[in-house]
């Protein structure tokens, strides 16, 4: 009888490589969750990938609005982290808005970040369909419900702006509300600031912020700067116009605007665009730089190969090299991303003859070729109100 002289099989050292090799490993990942289960592996990995840097972004992700988002790599849908008790909600950036139903607390907060931005406490609305959000105390309150979005951004830890806006149309007069508050200082139902813009023409689409600087869109496509100033505890507020109105204006009804720093950080681009009328599937876009020596706006026909993530929540620029990782759609640069729900919102019919099932889950615009692609990321589905948005991960706290 004779004996098995081979050596027993051994599973492969796989926390046991290089960290040469682990990062470069690491390096050719392009989901932030991808990243997050590597690193997760072992001490070994997690020291590699925190010795890859700089490291590329992640590709971004859509926020469905639901406490759930999808992943362009692959197009799985997974549920953001939340403690018990509360629920994600709206992303803007980098950032989460987290909400608890029962005590009304809220807070921003990004994913394996242990420090929350508190946000000032809400009435009792329905997060889940419109994001509503009541803050303030009377007579300075903003009451904001059914129909209404909001955009968050962070300036710094201890100053936050938020614009909530009503769509225009209907029998609803449009309106925009521009609130600013500090973290560090907050209580309960306290708002420092805010300014509502009655006239149409001044009401604001878009916030964004530069240099330092908040900057503030207007429907008419006028560009402000926001000045804030600080006096006896009190904050008070003075609008500086930067960019009158200078372009052909297309109609309010139709027409989407956005402001987006550039990738590089130096432009603060506008982008307008809508569909097209001799073919819904498809979208015209116009992108601007604003010249502030000449207080104008300067026609972009190249984007200099960024990609533009374009939303209501957020929007982001990145370089052609930053994006060259994360397949195929995203190479070369010189291309729009829209999201298919606010595509599906800026149809020409009062009522639009597609169904949830044929909205797509985002929209890509070629700059060279003009040509627009229609993208589907499996059988996802929406919320009541198809709201969705970006979600812009940072890989700092692996």
């Known amino acids: 009888m004779g004996g098995c002289i081979c050596k027993p099989q051994t599973a492969a050292p796989w926390p046991d490589l290089p960290p040469e090799i682990a990062g470069r490993i690491f390096s050719c990942l392009a989901s932030h969750d991808d990243r997050i289960s590597f690193a997760a592996v072992s001490s070994q990995w997690r020291l590699a990938a925190r010795l890859q840097s700089p490291l590329p972004p992640p590709v971004p992700c859509i926020n469905l609005d639901h406490g759930t988002y999808q992943r362009l790599v692959d197009g799985e849908v997974r549920r953001f982290p939340a403690a018990k008790g509360y629920r994600a909600g709206a992303s803007f950036r980098g950032w989460l808005f987290y909400y608890h139903k029962g005590s009304g607390r809220c807070f921003l907060r990004a994913p394996l970040s242990g420090n929350p931005i508190e946000l000032p406490t809400h009435s009792c609305v329905d997060f889940s369909t419109s994001m509503a959000w009541a803050i303030g105390a009377q007579p300075h309150s903003v009451l904001i419900g059914r129909g209404m979005d909001m ?141 502030f020596g000449k207080a104008r706006w300067l026609e972009l026909k190249d984007l200099g190969g960024q990609v533009l993530f374009l939303g209501r929540s957020c929007s982001m620029a990145f370089a052609a090299s930053q994006a060259e990782h994360w397949g195929p759609r995203f190479r070369g640069g010189n291309r729009v991303f829209v999201l298919g729900t606010e595509w599906a919102r800026s149809s020409f019919e009062p009522q639009p003859l597609y169904k949830k099932r044929d909205i797509p889950r985002y929209c890509v615009f070629d700059m060279a070729s003009g040509k627009t692609t229609l993208v589907s990321l499996g059988r996802a589905r929406y919320t009541k109100t198809c709201t969705s948005g970006w979600f812009f991960p940072t890989s700092e706290n692996l």
Not at 191 to 203: D, E, G, K, N, W
Not at 216 to 228: A, D, I, M, P, V
Request: some cysteine.
């Open 151 to 291: 955009k968050i951004v962070v300036c710094s830890s201890d100053l936050v702006f938020a614009l909530f806006r009503h769509p225009s149309g209907g029998f609803f007069r449009p309106v925009s509300y521009l609130a600013s508050f500090r973290p560090a200082e907050l209580h309960d139902c306290l708002i420092l600031r805010s300014f509502r813009v009655q006239h149409p023409a001044y009401v604001y689409t878009d916030i964004a912020f530069h240099d330092g600087k908040l900057f503030t869109l207007s429907r008419g496509e006028e560009l402000f700067c926001q000045k804030l100033f600080t006096a006896d505890g009190d904050m008070s507020h003075h609008l500086i116009p930067i960019v009158c109105h200078g372009i052909e204006a297309q109609p309010a009804m139709i027409t989407n605007h956005y402001l987006v720093v550039s990738a590089d950080k130096q432009k603060l681009l506008m982008v307008r665009w809508r569909r097209r009328p001799a073919d819904q599937r498809a979208i015209d876009m116009w992108v601007f730089e604003a010249d």
